[in-house]
Nanobody
Framework: VQLVEAGGGLAQPGGSLKLSCTASGSTLSSYSMRWYRQAPGKEREFVARIDSSGGAATYADSVRGRFTISRDNAKNTVYLQMNSLKPEDTAVYYC???????WGQGTQVTVSS
């Protein structure tokens, strides 16, 4: 199973980015998926989770109301729409398939003016 994240980059405070995570070797529609992030010098932390059908999502308190997780099972892809970005959102973002504990390589998000 390979998970590949994309969409990271530099954004200004208040700006938006949309991350994607595409799977190969796995049918994402069978599994819930998660996004995590890790800032420099900090532990990896949970960001958001979506169930296999896309009908239910949960978020960390720090991103609720600003980030939206979604999925397109036909494209085997999970997304993280990030709005109203803050400097404290700067981190490497990883997608995760808990079943089998598969991780992507991560994509860097930097929020700075």
């Amino acid at each position: 199973v390979q998970l590949v994240e994309a969409g990271g980059g530099l954004a200004q405070p208040g700006g938006s980015l949309k991350l994607s995570c595409t799977a190969s070797g796995s049918t994402l529609s069978s599994y819930s998926m998660r996004w995590y992030r890790q800032a420099p010098g900090k532990e990896r932390e949970f960001v958001a989770r979506i169930d296999s059908s896309g009908g239910a999502a949960t978020y960390a308190d720090s991103v609720r109301g600003r980030f939206t997780i979604s999925r397109d099972n036909a494209k085997n892809t999970v997304y993280l729409q990030m709005n109203s970005l803050k400097p404290e959102d700067t981190a490497v973002y990883y997608c995760n398939q808990a079943v089998g504990n598969y991780w992507g390589q991560g994509t860097q998000v930097t929020v700075s003016s």
